[in-house]
């Protein structure tokens, strides 16, 4: 009954660096989100995937890179780390279809220094 | 492209009172459906309730109802009887079509604060 896990829960990143934040579902969910959510913001999206090996981009996706190899992964990559990529970022899965809701991550909370 | 407005920033209600959060959308699509998310200090985000747009009836989830006005684009969340445990952000969120994703589209949130 994990749901959707997001790995880590915390991290400090130095300007420059890169990193991966890991997400995983075991719903057997075609449709992958990355979130990013800035303070006093409503949930932004990163990238989306519909199945595995099909990624998008969705609003603010300048920085980050994904890849979709199986069904239930779908990490996001920050190369290059800045502070405007100081935030809060939510991985979420859904079957797909407009009427279902989104099972969210715990979320990973990023500061750039 | 579909906006969400939240235009209450912040939200005050005593402890057993009545108070509705509002939201307006912006969509050119038919059908579609509407949520509203609840973002406790733990940074969860839980689904309160949601709406479909071509049904009249407004949901209703225990002490949560909508008020779904769809010629108005209006979606507003009243929470019955408030309880110290509804303290959080609550975000209003449309779901955008197959060509996006089924992606939700957010509000910037308005956070509720209950007083006992």
């Known amino acids: 009954n994990a749901g959707v896990t997001q790995t880590p829960k915390f991290r400090i990143l130095k300007i420059g660096q890169s990193m991966t934040l890991q997400c995983t579902q075991d719903?057997?969910?075609?449709?992958m989100y990355w979130y990013r959510q800035d303070p006093g913001m409503g949930l932004k999206l990163i990238y989306y995937s519909v199945g595995a090996g099909i990624t998008d981009k969705g609003e603010v996706p300048n920085g980050y890179n994904v890849s979709r190899s199986t069904t239930e992964d779908f990490p996001l990559r920050l190369e290059l780390a800045a502070p405007s990529q100081t935030s809060v970022y939510f991985c979420?899965?859904?079957?797909?279809?407009?009427?279902?809701?989104?099972?969210f991550g715990s979320g990973t909370r990023l500061t750039v220094v | 492209a579909q906006t969400v407005t939240q235009s209450q920033p912040e939200m005050s209600v005593q402890e057993a009172e009545t108070v509705t959060l509002s939201c307006t959308y912006d969509?050119?699509?038919?059908?579609?459906?509407l949520f509203w998310y609840k973002q406790p200090p733990s940074r969860q985000m839980i689904l309160v309730i949601r709406q479909e747009a071509y049904k009249q009836q407004n949901a209703t989830e225990n002490r949560f109802s909508v008020n779904f006005q769809k010629a108005a684009k209006s979606f507003s969340l009243k929470i019955s009887d408030s309880q110290l445990g509804d303290a959080a952000m609550y975000f209003c969120?449309?779901?955008?079509?197959?060509?996006?994703?089924?992606?939700?589209?957010f509000g910037k949130g308005t956070s509720l604060l209950v007083t006992p």
């Open positions: 969120a449309y779901i955008s079509g197959v060509n996006s994703g089924y992606a939700l589209n």
């Open positions: 969509t050119s699509e038919s059908d579609y459906y």
């Open positions: 979420a899965s859904s079957y797909g279809g407009s009427s279902y809701g989104y099972t």
């Open positions: 719903m057997n969910h075609n449709y």
